[in-house]
């Protein structure tokens, strides 16, 4: 695998930083990771975990660092998520030839998935659709409105909201969406699982069936860290199988 660190993907802010991860030999699909930290804090060296695993089965990732509180504004996170994917596309035709792309993110990373996948504003700015993206992989994002939205903007941040901010407000906008994952814990954050639940029964209330879910045991993200008895990732191994599904 070769790493290479802190490659720019856009001129707005220094946080515009993103890491690639390389196989070795040919690349099949290429994996755009956003990090958690409740769009306050995480890097995107969160990836080292995981990304050994994948480029070693072909599978080359970019995990990209984003705005974030209190230095960012809503929407700058999700407009510089868009800004990497946006890159992403472009490197994977334009150097390794590959035309299989993926996004997703774990916890505030989830979020920024979700709200590319849903509202299309984001993408269709920088010149994308989601025609271009192959799945997401959506890991314990917040549907409503994320609790670090409200609080900044001066809202109690444990009151449920579904309005703008939220990618659940845009389901049912678009005919199609591109092929789902979602990951949530039987003991995640405070209405985390439930309001995952809602987003899978509103998916499925408006006719979606491109999407499937996994429910992991412990709490908020707990499974991106930890390793198998043959020391593999197991967050890894959950994307792999996502990914190779439709490859």
């Known amino acids: 695998m070769k790493k290479i660190e802190d490659i720019a993907y856009g001129n707005l802010d220094s946080a515009n930083k993103l ?18 930290g ?10 080292d975990v995981f990304a050994p695993y994948l480029t070693s089965r072909g599978i080359a990732v970019v995990s990209a660092n984003y705005r974030m509180y209190p230095n960012a504004a809503y929407p700058d996170f999700i407009c510089d998520a ?7 596309n472009r490197y994977m035709k334009e150097e390794i030839g590959c035309d299989r792309l993926y996004v997703g993110g774990s ?3 989830g979020y920024l998935s979700m709200m590319l996948c849903f509202d299309k504003r984001y993408l269709v700015k920088v010149g994308l659709d989601n025609s271009k993206v192959a799945g997401y992989f959506h890991d314990a994002g ?7 939205v409200l609080k900044y903007t001066n809202i109690d941040s444990r009151r449920v909201i579904v309005d703008e901010t939220a990618p659940l407000y845009y389901v049912g906008l678009e005919k199609e969406y591109p092929r789902m994952r979602f990951v949530v814990s039987d003991n995640d954050m405070k209405g985390r699982y439930e309001q995952t639940m809602l987003m ?7 006719g979606y ?3 499937d879910h996994i429910v992991m045991h412990g709490n908020h993200c707990e499974y991106c860290n930890k390793l198998d008895n043959d020391g593999e990732s197991v967050f890894a191994q959950m994307i792999f199988d996502f990914v190779k599904q439709f490859d």
């Open 19 to 36: 890491n690639l991860y390389l196989p070795d030999d040919a690349t099949s699909s290429v994996f755009v990771y956003f990090h958690g």
């Open 38 to 47: 409740g769009l306050e804090h995480g890097d995107k060296d969160s990836a």
């Open 82 to 88: 868009a800004e990497a994917v946006a890159w992403a």
């Open 107 to 109: 916890s505030a990373g």
């Open 142 to 148: 917040q549907p409503t409105a994320h609790f670090n």
């Open 200 to 206: 899978l029964s509103t998916l499925s209330h408006f």
């Open 209 to 211: 069936q491109n999407f």
